[in-house]
């Protein structure tokens, strides 16, 4: 290990140089995953630098921006600490942390964070220094090692202001993403566990919210509701602004307002989850307000919502390519929408083959989940990459391929080899709509990866998924795709509004692990209406 000698302001304190370690059994495994990372890295030297988030004030203000660490320097240090810096030096296996100087004025107002002592007993690193010493740290690593600094981006190159000493080729700011973005998708069992914690977390919450939603006659008093429990159980942050939409409000994909009454609406989206340890949760339930099916149109809509997903899910194992279970889910809406005519005047093929669903199901079927709730891969976070010309949508498959989609049994569909896919742009999807996993060129799933799947179906009058316009300037005012929607039909289904249903699943070994275990369908009717206690549990296959 390097010895740094401590300034002298620092009483000799700011060096600790009598911890080291690959892991620590309830510890954040930092140290593994900076192994991990420099594998991927695939060099023998070189020194690695992140700069944790520093704490800031809000504009016009004296009251602190909320803090929120940068997600890649937890990733390397499991550190939740403002104004912290991580080395690591690949060549010597060194992580070294980096604490701001601890002011003891400042002490009396807002409490102090780690000293280096106390930091080498919390986080798998090796050694733990006051920051005011990695000015000196950086440039005597510079003059002595003839390898690469890997920073992840040029911004972050002027913390510390003495990386301009190195040449601008000793400075590498393309391979740490990369290599970190493979490493975040594929979580190691400790991940898991803080994943799963958020998760059950969350999914206690959403069953408070049935268990008092018939007292409830505003969006605020279930968004109060689900944050109260979250907090009693010390998750306080969100992994996203939730969102509880009411009537027509719930089509809206990220409606946040939350302050609406619920007047005669049938439905509520609710889409919340909190975050542990920086891990994030994400569920998603459509809820009858009443506690029963408004309408028998309404219970069409969700079961088929609910096939999509459970299809999909059940088709979730190593070596799957998550596109399909896109076009999976979109072969299930077609079957469904024809069989409750609103698709009508054509063959599953031909409905196929314009992409009319899309105006039903317009979105992407789910991403990875981990750090971030939209958590980042090694591949292109859009599913049609972001220099691709979008082409009218046309033919993907074969006619015999077609035709076997529209007759096998939705329980086999996932089964159907969808490999001969030419372009995922032929279906008409664009960046904006499709998340990762869903990338044509992208691998396949792996153990240790945690997705979402979210199917959805909206058609409501008032506002959707792509608002009333787009519905009239792209589908209905458009003879290749009117000619398929039954508008009288349509019109019939407009106030069930928007209906999705989303849950977050491991890539297990051999299969999968459904993590989140909030109550929906006839389960979350039941707990509404006090009929029945919530039981709590997970799939496993």
Same mark, same amino acid.
């Given at each position: 290990?390097?010895?740094?000698?401590?300034?002298?302001?620092?009483?000799?304190?700011?060096?600790?140089?009598?911890?080291?370690?690959?892991?620590?059994?309830?510890?954040?495994?930092?140290?593994?995953?900076?192994?991990?990372?420099?594998?991927?890295?695939?060099?023998?030297?070189?020194?690695?630098?992140?700069?944790?988030?520093?704490?800031?004030?809000?504009?016009?203000?004296?009251?602190?921006?909320?803090?929120?660490?940068?997600?890649?320097?937890?990733?390397?240090?499991?550190?939740?600490?403002?104004?912290?810096?991580?080395?690591?030096?690949?060549?010597?296996?060194?992580?070294?942390?980096?604490?701001?100087?601890?002011?003891?004025?400042?002490?009396?107002?807002?409490?102090?964070?780690?000293?280096?002592?106390?930091?080498?007993?919390?986080?798998?690193?090796?050694?733990?220094?006051?920051?005011?010493?990695?000015?000196?740290?950086?440039?005597?690593?510079?003059?002595?090692?003839?390898?690469?600094?890997?920073?992840?981006?040029?911004?972050?190159?002027?913390?510390?202001?003495?990386?301009?000493?190195?040449?601008?080729?000793?400075?590498?700011?393309?391979?740490?993403?990369?290599?970190?973005?493979?490493?975040?998708?594929?979580?190691?069992?400790?991940?898991?566990?803080?994943?799963?914690?958020?998760?059950?977390?969350?999914?206690?919450?959403?069953?408070?919210?049935?268990?008092?939603?018939?007292?409830?006659?505003?969006?605020?008093?279930?968004?109060?509701?689900?944050?109260?429990?979250?907090?009693?159980?010390?998750?306080?942050?969100?992994?996203?602004?939730?969102?509880?939409?009411?009537?027509?409000?719930?089509?809206?994909?990220?409606?946040?307002?939350?302050?609406?009454?619920?007047?005669?609406?049938?439905?509520?989206?609710?889409?919340?989850?909190?975050?542990?340890?920086?891990?994030?949760?994400?569920?998603?339930?459509?809820?009858?307000?009443?506690?029963?099916?408004?309408?028998?149109?309404?219970?069409?809509?969700?079961?088929?919502?609910?096939?999509?997903?459970?299809?999909?899910?059940?088709?979730?194992?190593?070596?799957?390519?998550?596109?399909?279970?896109?076009?999976?889910?979109?072969?299930?809406?077609?079957?469904?929408?024809?069989?409750?005519?609103?698709?009508?005047?054509?063959?599953?093929?031909?409905?196929?083959?314009?992409?009319?669903?899309?105006?039903?199901?317009?979105?992407?079927?789910?991403?990875?989940?981990?750090?971030?709730?939209?958590?980042?891969?090694?591949?292109?976070?859009?599913?049609?990459?972001?220099?691709?010309?979008?082409?009218? &949508?046309?033919? +993907?498959? #074969?006619?015999?391929?077609? =035709?076997? @989609?529209?007759? %096998?049994?939705?329980?086999?569909? $996932?089964?159907?080899?969808?490999?001969?896919?030419?372009?995922?742009?032929?279906?008409?999807?664009?960046?904006?709509?499709?998340?990762? &996993?869903?990338? +044509?060129? #992208?691998?396949?799933?792996? =153990?240790? @990866?945690?997705? %979402?799947?979210?199917?959805?179906? $909206?058609?409501?009058?008032?506002?959707?998924?792509?608002?009333?316009?787009?519905?009239?300037?792209?589908?209905?005012?458009?003879?290749?795709?009117?000619?398929?929607?039954?508008?009288?039909?349509? =019109?019939?289904?407009?106030?069930?509004?928007?209906?999705?249903?989303?849950?977050?699943?491991?890539?297990?070994?051999?299969?999968?692990?459904?993590?989140?275990?909030?109550?929906?369908?006839?389960?979350?009717?039941?707990?509404?209406?006090?009929?029945?206690?919530?039981?709590?549990?997970?799939?496993?296959?």
């Amino acid at each position: 290990m390097r010895n740094i000698a401590p300034s002298a302001s620092d009483n000799g304190e700011s060096l600790v140089v009598d911890f080291h370690t690959s892991s620590v059994l309830g510890k954040y495994p930092a140290k593994q995953h900076a192994l991990r990372v420099v594998e991927q890295l695939d060099v023998k030297e070189g020194l690695i630098y992140l700069p944790g988030a520093v704490k800031a004030l809000l504009e016009d203000s004296d009251m602190p921006v909320p803090f929120r660490q940068r997600r890649y320097f937890f990733y390397l240090s499991g550190v939740n600490e403002a104004d912290c810096h991580l080395t690591y030096d690949i060549q010597q296996d060194e992580l070294i942390l980096w604490l701001p100087p601890i002011d003891p004025v400042r002490v009396v107002w807002v409490g102090r964070g780690s000293t280096v002592e106390e930091a080498c007993d919390k986080y798998d690193i090796d050694e733990s220094h006051y920051s005011r010493d990695l000015s000196k740290y950086i440039e005597e690593w510079i003059k002595s090692n003839p390898g690469k600094m890997y920073l992840l981006h040029a911004s972050q190159s002027a913390r510390p202001s003495n990386v301009h000493l190195l040449d601008k080729k000793r400075v590498d700011f393309g391979k740490l993403p990369r290599a970190m973005d493979y490493c975040r998708a594929r979580k190691d069992p400790h991940e898991v566990g803080l994943i799963r914690k958020a998760c059950n977390i969350s999914s206690a919450a959403h069953t408070a919210v049935l268990r008092n939603l018939l007292h409830y006659t505003n969006e605020a008093q279930v968004e109060a509701c689900f944050l109260e429990h979250c907090v009693a159980e010390d998750a306080k942050n969100q992994a996203y602004e939730i969102i509880a939409g009411s009537g027509s409000n719930g089509a809206i994909l990220h409606y946040v307002k939350n302050d609406e009454d619920f007047g005669d609406s049938q439905f509520m989206v609710l889409d919340a989850g909190c975050e542990w340890d920086c891990y994030a949760s994400d569920i998603t339930r459509t809820i009858p307000l009443s506690g029963r099916w408004p309408s028998e149109e309404a219970k069409q809509i969700y079961d088929l919502v609910q096939t999509m997903q459970s299809s999909c899910i059940t088709a979730l194992r190593p070596g799957r390519r998550f596109l399909d279970l896109y076009f999976v889910a979109h072969s299930i809406a077609i079957r469904g929408l024809l069989k409750l005519g609103i698709l009508h005047n054509g063959t599953f093929a031909e409905i196929w083959k314009t992409g009319t669903s899309r105006a039903f199901f317009p979105h992407g079927l789910g991403h990875h989940m981990g750090l971030e709730v939209h958590d980042v891969s090694e591949r292109p976070i859009t599913a049609a990459r972001q220099n691709a010309e979008m082409a009218v &949508p046309r033919p +993907s498959f #074969s006619g015999a391929k077609l =035709e076997r @989609m529209s007759t %096998t049994s939705d329980a086999d569909l $996932a089964e159907i080899d969808m490999d001969d896919l030419t372009k995922i742009e032929q279906f008409g999807l664009t960046p904006e709509l499709c998340l990762a &996993p869903c990338d +044509s060129e #992208s691998n396949v799933l792996e =153990e240790g @990866m945690v997705v %979402t799947v979210e199917p959805g179906i $909206a058609n409501t009058k008032r506002r959707s998924y792509f608002n009333r316009f787009a519905l009239e300037q792209l589908y209905l005012s458009n003879p290749s795709h009117s000619r398929y929607i039954d508008r009288e039909m349509l =019109e019939r289904y407009m106030p069930v509004g928007g209906v999705r249903i989303e849950d977050d699943v491991l890539i297990t070994r051999d299969h999968f692990e459904v993590l989140t275990t909030a109550p929906k369908g006839e389960q979350a009717l039941k707990i509404i209406r006090g009929e029945k206690p919530c039981r709590e549990g997970v799939t496993l296959r």
